[in-house]
């Protein structure tokens, strides 16, 4: 009878890990989604990135505290700020911090190292803290899978078409390291939050302390360059998009998954990422991926795969 419900304990916790490796998935799908909305936005109204960011950001925020009062979940997340406070704080900021670091250093040290050094430096990041945290080495199949996951993502990188380097590739590699460090920082913290709070109290309050963090430097950056809004229904449409698709459901996804999936895991599978923007790439824009992008495709789809063969980890204490 123990072993009985010992393996139906078992088999619910690997189906639940799943069922959350599916959802940090999805996440990074919408996410991927993201650079060709941005694209779109700048072929009609010359925005700068932060700006443009801070606007995904406030849109974001208040559809996701529409979501809260319609549901009447404000109690819920009402109660996670109370408890955590500092945390959520930090998890905003966060959240914010590594997007418009990520913008910086796309424009000074191009997209692919960008992509590459920040995308690629946080599971790494958090895999050397969890085994610092445990004094436990990370298995073999876990460092397979991140070598085969790392590798992926700088041959689709590099295969997209920007292997060309910006004008402050210096400057942009140490913006990219700080992007790759908020993004780790902000995935462990909410982390915890994501198993003791719901998610969509979580998602409303860190968006919604990223969009006051971005604000001012979207401000300053949109009266800089002449461009703070836009009344062009394309630009408008497509940032909403940005801000719900992308943003709001987005990282209610992952905060979801997060439940249930260890963060150097959720942090491998968002590179799918990536891999969808390079796939709507060549779909919409012809941008021929090659040889190259076709394999990096393929190791970071393995890698998902790998780790949804894993057994689930069990939250950290």
Known sequence: MTQDLTRAAGSE???LA??????V???GVLWGTGGLAVQVVRDVVAMPVVTLSAWRMVIGALALVLALAVLRRGGAALDLLRRHPARVVAVGICTGGYQALYFGSVVTAGVSVATVVSLGLAPVLLTAADALRTRVAPSRG???V?????TGLVLVSVAAGHAGTGPRPGVGVLLAVGSGTAYALATALSARLARTGEPLALTTLTT???AVALVPLGLVAGLRADVLVT???VALATLAYLGIATMALAYGLFYAGLRTTDSGAATIATLLEPVTAAALAALLLDERLGGGGLLGTGLILLAVAGLGRRPAAP???
């Not at 799943?18 to 959802?23: A, K, N, P, T, Y």
């Not at 991140?146 to 790392?150: D, K, Q, S």
Request: proline share 10%; net charge neutral.
């Open 231 to 233: 009344d062009d229904p």
């Open 18 to 23: 799943r069922l959350g490796l599916v959802q």
């Open 13 to 15: 916790a690997s189906a």
């Open 315 to 317: 939250p950290p204490g």
């Open 25 to 27: 998935c999805l996440a």
């Open 208 to 210: 919604s302390v990223g």
């Open 142 to 144: 876990r460092l397979a």
């Open 146 to 150: 991140l070598a085969a996951a790392l």
